[in-house]
């Protein structure tokens, strides 16, 4: 059957001749040399001071909040529209997650409906770059100045990106990352934690390895988990990581493909190619169907599914403050926030992987003519 998946990783550098010396080495658990390798090497491309490599990007943030000191009685402001993730860290620290809806042309967070939710109980702001374009820092910025607030930097849809040429990575307080399949650079499942400062680095590498010890390695003061990273995963890290300029320009001229062959179909909503502070990199592209479209996302998710040439979609993120799980903690009630909720029913995004070709991108968009006639 003729498919298009919706993403597919590029594994066709020097991955498999680092797996093989960790693997004529014997060096496959997270102490191994790529771990350091990637550490520093990341760092050095995102310009942070510390990087700390870990299992993946959910528990990046996890760590991130535990070592800011967010707990009980703390409040931390995010987007609505974003992964679970973002959400459930904050949650799990056991502090209160206060929400604002998305921008309706870039989906990234709302940056008019923050100061409003700040209160004498927020301790930071959780910024998550959507799809690939970075959300407007400077405003940010100096809220988090003017009022005392940390900043956390969920970047794992940024490898590469910047905000006005500052490395996105490099804003917040702690900044994290996720290597996942579907993510610019990958190990499969793993993440990055960045800082500058050593006092948080230090925490987060301590969270990250069950709060061992150096002195006394079995005594604990502190309880983390084990989050760490595998030598063979940072392996296949290091060898991405040599090629993310190269990924970006095929991310970016994919997303300018297809804008240029969908923008003069109506009825479809695209992603913003550039702000007056970045080009898009288009992590995935986004689609959001107009009012004039009679049907929802899941109605053409399935119809393009089922094409002659079938197409690989997902879903655009559900609202934090419509999850089920929340609902049921009695979080949100009575909140709305109509832009995510709009386009998490309307939108979707179509193949975006490493992987595709310019042929594959004609068949997508032929496809999507075909649905919507
Ligand atoms: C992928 C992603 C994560 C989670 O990363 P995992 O490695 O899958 O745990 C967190 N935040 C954002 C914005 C993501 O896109």
Redesign the pocket.
Known sequence: MNFIPVNEPLLNGNEKKYLNQCIETGWISSEGEFVKRLESEFAARVKRKYAIAVC??????DIAVAALGIGKGDEVILPTF??I??AAAIVNAGATPVLVDCDEFTWNMNIHQIEEKITPKTKGIMV???YGLPTDMNPILNLADKYGLKIIE????VHGQTYKNIPCGSFGEIS?F???A??HITTG???MILTDDPNLAEKCRSYRNLCFQPQQRFIHEELGGNYRLSNLQAAVGVAQLERLDEFIARKVKMGQGYHELLSNISGLQLPVPKTDYAINHY?VYGVVLQEEIPFDAKEIMSRLKKQSIGIGTRPFFFPMHQQPVFRKMVLFEGESYPVAERIARRGFYIPSGLALTESQIDQVVLMIKEVLR
């Not at 993946?56 to 943030?61: F, I, M, P, S, V």
């Not at 969920?154 to 849809?157: L, Q, R, S, T």
């Open positions: 993946n990007g959910t528990a990046a943030l974003t992964i993730s973002c998550v770059h959507i969920d970047a794992a849809e994290t996720s290597f996942y579907n993510k499942e793993g993440g992590w």
